[in-house]
């Protein structure tokens, strides 16, 4: 930032001056003349290499017309002189509205002088002096000479800046000494210049002329904000601006202001209350200006920070196993975070029946966030959902919370298994699988039971002896297949649906005979020794008849 400051007050520093004004010297010849003062102009041109350091070209003149001398009274004398200096002239603030400076310059003074003399006062005759010209008259004798003389010029001056290009020079006072050869006249002596020094002051006042340079850059100004993104109660927002091209040794005026929230402003930091900050973007603006420096002489910057929405916790919760029986254990798995890191104030645990207790807490690793484990009891709770809800509330008052759903079924009531109730046998020599009247009649007993108890089922296994002929093939089979017709539209019309009814084959020996098992509601049948009959593979004469028995019948 210095060096940038520095950069912006070299620029104000022209490249070169030009001065024009009035000034006058007060001589003091050290004769007989008495001192006297000359006036006239000034004028200079001055190159400057840095703010400080500057090379200066003078000429100047001055002129008086009436002088006294000595005793001898006034005379009318003609006194011109002309400096031609050089020199340094170091400055201090050159670039600041007031500019003193110190001078040193060397050079010469051209000195032409003459006055007339009346003739009675004259010694007769006049002796010639070198360098002065006498030219006698009827009443009066001029006397004239021209000299040249190393000529010094030390002081100091100040000039105040009215603009970038024209400065005003209150006064410049510097002491003349010069070295002028003594003129006397023989007669009159010590006339002038007494002394080869001659001690003089010179004061000037002028406008000086500015040349070069480019314009003051302007100052800059640079807002920052920390953090530039941030949760209501996460505040302060600390605010800083960086400045550039102002002048380093002034003190600046900063100003601050907000879109909103309370701005307490120290110099070139702030800081911005969000407490009370809605959810948002915001910016905050500084004004500096250097109350000493003219146009331009002041910057703004703007940087914006963002308040963000707070987020409740998040929750959430599961059950294992989802479904029980009355007395048994749910575990309840819980996760909570705070996506804000925010303290938690309070969490709760309830269930919509049973008895709920929270076990072992884990805290997590960033604020806010834990896990637990909390067991429900389901001592005689009636069958249903059971709801256990879980919330959470931080520090903030933000509040979130998770429900998990656990049903309980009532135990399952015992169904018994198959019964068998009731066989019949299968005698018939010449039609093994023909239903006799004797089966018929257990068959109508079964067909009863169906009809009382409409919601019960029917397996018949149909057996055979192991040594049955082996003409016919599936007995067993088939002696359940004409069962199975006889209840759903035999002779007695029972009309028992035909999809309550299984048919079966017993895979070991059992006898000439088909067994009918009962299944009530709900029960299943677990005899493990059968096999499920497929009644479209079976033939269509299914009354089991035996080959060479009806060859026999025939030949009789």
């Given amino acids: 930032m210095l060096a940038a400051a520095m950069y912006s007050v070299a620029q104000e520093v022209p490249k070169a001056e030009v001065y024009a004004g009035y000034t006058f010297v007060r001589f003091y010849p050290s004769g007989v003349t008495n001192a006297f003062t000359a006036n006239g102009g000034i004028g200079s041109f001055q190159y400057n290499f840095t703010s400080h350091f500057s090379f200066v070209a003078e000429l100047g003149g001055v002129h008086n017309g009436r002088l006294s001398i000595g005793d001898l009274g006034s005379f009318s004398p003609d006194q011109t002189a002309f400096t031609y200096l ?10 600041g509205v007031v500019s003193p400076f110190v001078e040193v310059l060397f050079g010469g003074f051209h000195n032409s002088r003459s006055f007339f003399v009346p003739n009675d006062l004259l010694p007769v005759p006049i002796l010639p002096v070198r360098g002065v010209t006498v030219t006698p008259g009827p009443i009066y004798t001029k006397f004239a000479s021209t000299q040249n003389a190393f000529a010094l010029a030390t002081g100091l001056g100040v000039d105040i800046r009215l603009s970038r290009l024209i400065s005003f020079r209150p006064i410049e006072l510097d002491y003349l000494p010069t070295h002028f050869s003594p003129f006397n006249i023989s007669g009159i002596p010590g006339t002038f210049n007494n002394t080869n020094w001659q001690q003089n002051l010179r004061y000037s006042t002028g406008i000086n002329f500015r040349f070069g340079g480019a314009p003051p850059v302007p100052p800059t100004a640079a807002c920052n904000v920390t953090p530039q993104e941030l949760l209501p109660w996460a505040g302060p927002v600390n605010a800083s601006v960086q400045t550039t091209n102002f002048n380093p040794r002034h003190d600046l005026d900063v100003s601050w202001t907000s879109t909103s929230g309370a701005v307490a402003g120290n110099g070139t930091a702030a800081t911005i209350d969000t407490t009370n900050l809605s959810p948002g973007s915001y910016t905050v603006d ?3 200006a250097d109350p000493r420096q003219r146009n331009p002489n002041s910057a703004t910057c703007t940087a914006s920070f963002t308040v963000r929405q707070p987020q409740a916790p998040q ?3 599961s059950v294992s196993p ?6 048994d254990a749910v575990t309840v798995n819980v996760e909570a975070s705070s996506p804000d890191e925010s303290q938690l104030a309070k969490r709760t645990f309830n269930a919509s029946a049973g008895a709920l207790r929270e076990g072992e807490t884990t805290r997590g690793s960033q604020p806010g ?11 005689n709770v009636p069958p249903g959902p059971v ?6 509330t931080d520090v903030h008052g933000l509040s979130g919370s998770c429900v998990a759903t656990a049903n309980v079924i009532a135990e399952p009531v015992a ?3 198959e019964t068998l109730i009731s066989d019949c046998e299968f005698n018939n020599p010449r039609k093994l699988a023909r239903v006799d009247n004797e089966c018929k009649a257990v068959l109508d007993e079964v067909a009863l039971r169906l009809q009382h108890e409409p919601n019960g089922k029917l397996v018949v296994v149909g057996c055979e002896e192991e040594k049955e002929d082996i003409t016919v093939a599936n007995v067993g089979a088939l002696r359940a297949a004409n069962a199975k017709t006889y209840l759903t539209g035999g002779e007695a019309k029972q009309q028992i649906d035909a999809s309550r009814i299984e048919i079966r084959t017993n895979s070991g020996a059992c006898g000439k005979r088909a067994n009918f098992y009962f299944v009530p509601e709900g029960g299943t049948f677990t005899q493990k020794d059968t096999v499920i009959v497929d009644e479209s593979i ?3 004469d299914r009354s089991g008849a035996v080959a060479g028995a009806t060859r026999r019948k025939k030949r009789k």
Avoid: E, M, Q, Y
């Avoid at 050089?86 to 670039?95: E, L, S, Y």
């Avoid at 966030?369 to 001592?379: E, G, I, K, N, P």
């Avoid at 709801?387 to 959470?392: C, D, S």
């Fill in 315 to 317: 929750v959430a919760c």
């Fill in 286 to 288: 500084a004004h500096v």
């Fill in 322 to 327: 989802s479904t029980v029986h009355p007395g």
């Fill in 86 to 95: 050089f020199g340094p002239r170091v400055f201090f603030n050159k670039a």
């Fill in 369 to 379: 966030s834990f896990t637990t484990v909390a067991t429900l009891d389901t001592a």
């Fill in 538 to 540: 079976l033939p269509a």
């Fill in 387 to 392: 709801n256990i809800n879980v919330g959470v």
């Fill in 415 to 417: 169904v018994a298994s």
